[in-house]
């Protein structure tokens, strides 16, 4: 069974910058395409990064480009997505997840078959 674990949140100012982190194990993280989806109150959960199982290609939704990086350690059995120039819109519970086999990037949460409890990020003005 697959366990995900997402750190790094928390309260950041407008133009900061965060970096969330997600622990992988239970299996071989190398099998395993991965996305960082974020959640608003009472919003849809939101694609906004994604990951193949060897790192290329990746995949951001039209609002975080040139501010968020989607990465991953096959050695750590970590997904990274680093934040930088944060604004409020940020603001939301993020979470990763994985799917096995994923060679392209899925944009759709039911494409995924696995998820974390999710790490909250608060940007504000």
């Known amino acids: 069974q697959v366990e995900l674990v997402e750190s790094g949140g928390g309260l950041v100012q407008v133009g900061g910058s965060l970096r969330l982190s997600c622990a992988f194990s239970?299996?071989?993280?190398?099998?395993?395409?991965m996305g960082w989806f974020r959640q608003a109150p009472g919003k849809e959960r939101m694609f906004v990064a994604g990951?193949?199982?060897?790192?290329?290609?990746?995949r951001y939704t039209d609002s975080v480009k040139g501010r968020f990086t989607i990465s991953r350690d096959n050695a750590k059995n970590t997904l990274y997505l680093q934040m930088n120039s944060l604004k409020p819109d940020d603001t939301a519970v993020y979470y990763c997840a994985a799917k096995l086999a994923l060679a392209s990037v899925a944009v759709s949460p039911r494409t995924y078959d696995y998820w974390g409890q999710g790490t909250q990020v608060t940007v504000s003005s």
């Open positions: 239970g299996r071989s993280f190398n099998n395993y395409g």
């Open positions: 990951i193949n199982w060897i790192g290329d290609p990746t």
